[in-house]
Nanobody, 119 residues
Framework: QAQLVESGGGLVQAGESLRLSCAAS????????MAWYRQAPGKQRESVAT???????HYADSVKGRFTISRDNAKNTLYLQMSSLKPEDTSVYYC?????????????WGQGTQVTVSS
């Protein structure tokens, strides 16, 4: 059973930075896709940043240039470095991982960590 645990959220002022961490219970090398999603109250969950095992990254337009997704395989941890935070970044941030199986992929989600950006 894969387990993803997010941490690093908190309350910051606009313009400040935060780094979110997603610690996996085992090796993250087995995940072909890892990503960060966020969901604000009353809104749909949206993809923020995606990282593939091949090294490709993709970002939502709203965070491009401000957020950076990265993996540390040795620590079994996915990171999201967030800079120049804006009030509209306020959301619960979720870690996501997809393990590609021989017949079907398996999806995993973390419990989420709250990020609040004050104006």
């Amino acid at each position: 059973q894969a387990q993803l645990v997010e941490s690093g959220g908190g309350l910051v002022q606009a313009g400040e930075s935060l780094r979110l961490s997603c610690a996996a219970s085992g090796s993250i090398a087995r995940f072909n896709i890892m990503a960060w999603y966020r969901q604000a109250p009353g809104k749909q969950r949206e993809s923020v940043a995606t990282d593939t095992s091949g090294g490709s990254t993709h970002y939502a337009d709203s965070v491009k240039g401000r957020f950076t997704i990265s993996r540390d395989n040795a620590k079994n941890t996915l990171y999201l470095q967030m800079s120049s935070l804006k009030p509209e970044d306020t959301s619960v941030y979720y870690c996501y991982a997809q393990e590609k199986g021989w017949s079907a992929p398996t999806d995993y989600w973390g419990q989420g960590t709250q990020v609040t950006v004050s104006s």
